[in-house]
Structures are given as structure tokens and as C-alpha cells.
């Protein structure tokens, strides 16, 4: 078992670039989070997924999309990146029955930055 | 406004001595209390959670202490090791959603 898998480990934008945070995982999952971590704020529900097919916002949604085709992958996207994106990304995942209260694994995250 | 809160930043303990975490929630709604714990450079990894229905659980070292009418919560950890030394959040959810504090960073002293 990989776990979950997270591309890439770093990367460094441009502002107004785009791009996709890859998440994947192979435990069969039917939940799956993405959060962002900065310096002193803890980690923020950006989107999650309860199934594949549905997807739904999180405390801090704005200026991400995410869609899930599968039960493995669950991508982020950033459609035009801001400064205020300069953040870790984390993407996790649970088993699902009907409440999230088991734990989540959690990727390795990604650190990303927004010149 | 916070929905729950770790009001210590940083904690600092000697091995071998009890360490205690602390939490505060305010949504009574809330039916599952989660404690992770984060190493520098990796993902936070699951330690230890207890249902709205118990108000203490215990896994080894670690135990999760939970007073409903309060909501608050608290991780002891005894007897502190060094490999310890980590950066703790507590987390509480509902159906769907888990909310994190912002994080106690412990560090474990020799």
C-alpha cells in the first residue's frame, strides 16, 4: 500500500499560472480532503469529497476547484494563483459511513509558492 | 471566529514527566475529538480520538480526556520520550467536516 500519494513535493508558481495538485490513494477511501497549512492558522478544509462525483466546499474554497472521476483521485486546482496561495498543501483521506470521525491519512504534502 | 482553540502555542516538558495538551471547541454539535500529531516536513499522522459518548480513552502512553460540558478536551501523554517532540493538533467533527486548532508545539527535553 502507497497510502495517499501527493505530486508534486514542491513547485513554484508564477502569478496568475495554473495548476493541479495530484492526490491519489489505494485503500479504496470514499472521503477525501485537501487542506492548506500556513504559519500559525493550523490546517484549513479547502474541499472534500464524500464519494466519487461529489465534491463540496470547505472552510477556505475560494480560488480552488476540485473535481473526483474516481475513488483514487482526487486533484486540486488553481485557476489563476495568487500570492495568498504560498501555503503546504495537504490531501487525506478516510473511509466514510455516513460521518467523518475515523482518522484520516494524510499525504506528504505539497509546498507551494506564489511569486 | 475560532471554532476550536489551542490557546498554547508551545509546551515545553522533561522526559520521563507527564505532558498535558489542551483543546476548547465551541459547537456542541460536535461528536468525534481526534488528536494528530506533526513531524517538521511530513503529514500530520492519526494518535488518538474518543466519541461523544466516552469521556476518556486510553492507548498506551496517550490518553484523550473529554468533558462535554466544558468542551474541552485534553491529551496526557506519560511518560513523555523525546521522539515526542512534535507539533500536536486537536480536531473535532461532525458528519462531514473535521475543524483543527491551530497546533501546540511540544518539545520534549532529555
Known amino acids: 500500500n502507497a497510502g495517499v500519494t501527493q505530486t508534486p513535493k514542491f513547485q513554484v508558481l508564477k502569478t496568475g499560472q495554473s495548476m493541479t495538485l495530484q492526490c491519489a490513494q489505494d485503500m479504496n477511501h470514499e472521503y477525501m480532503s485537501w487542506y492548506r497549512q500556513d504559519p500559525g492558522m493550523g490546517l484549513r478544509l479547502i474541499h472534500y469529497?464524500?464519494?466519487?462525483?461529489?465534491?463540496d466546499q470547505g472552510e477556505v474554497p475560494n480560488g480552488y476547484n476540485v473535481s473526483r472521476s474516481t475513488t483514487e483521485d482526487f486533484p486540486l486546482r488553481l485557476l489563476s494563483a495568487a500570492p495568498s496561495q504560498t501555503s503546504v498543501y495537504f490531501c487525506a483521506s478516510s473511509y466514510f459511513r455516513g460521518y467523518i470521525g475515523n482518522e484520516q491519512f494524510f499525504g506528504p504534502g505539497t509546498r507551494l509558492t506564489v511569486l | 471566529d475560532q471554532q476550536v482553540k489551542q490557546n498554547s502555542p508551545s509546551l515545553s516538558v522533561q522526559e520521563g514527566r507527564i505532558s498535558i495538551l489542551n483543546c476548547d471547541y465551541t459547537n456542541s454539535m460536535f461528536d468525534y475529538f481526534l488528536w494528530y500529531k506533526k513531524y517538521p516536513a511530513e503529514g500530520p499522522t492519526f494518535l488518538i480520538s474518543?466519541?461523544?459518548?466516552?469521556d476518556k480513552n486510553e492507548d498506551g502512553r496517550f490518553t484523550v480526556f473529554l468533558n462535554k460540558s466544558a468542551k474541552h478536551l485534553s491529551l496526557h501523554i506519560v511518560p513523555s520520550q523525546p521522539g515526542d517532540s512534535a507539533v500536536y493538533f486537536c480536531?473535532?467533527?461532525?458528519?462531514?467536516?473535521?475543524?483543527f486548532g491551530k497546533g501546540t508545539k511540544l518539545t520534549v527535553n532529555p
Open positions: 480536531a473535532v467533527g461532525g458528519s462531514e467536516k473535521l475543524v
Open positions: 474518543i466519541s461523544s459518548i466516552k
Open positions: 469529497s464524500v464519494g466519487a462525483g461529489i465534491t
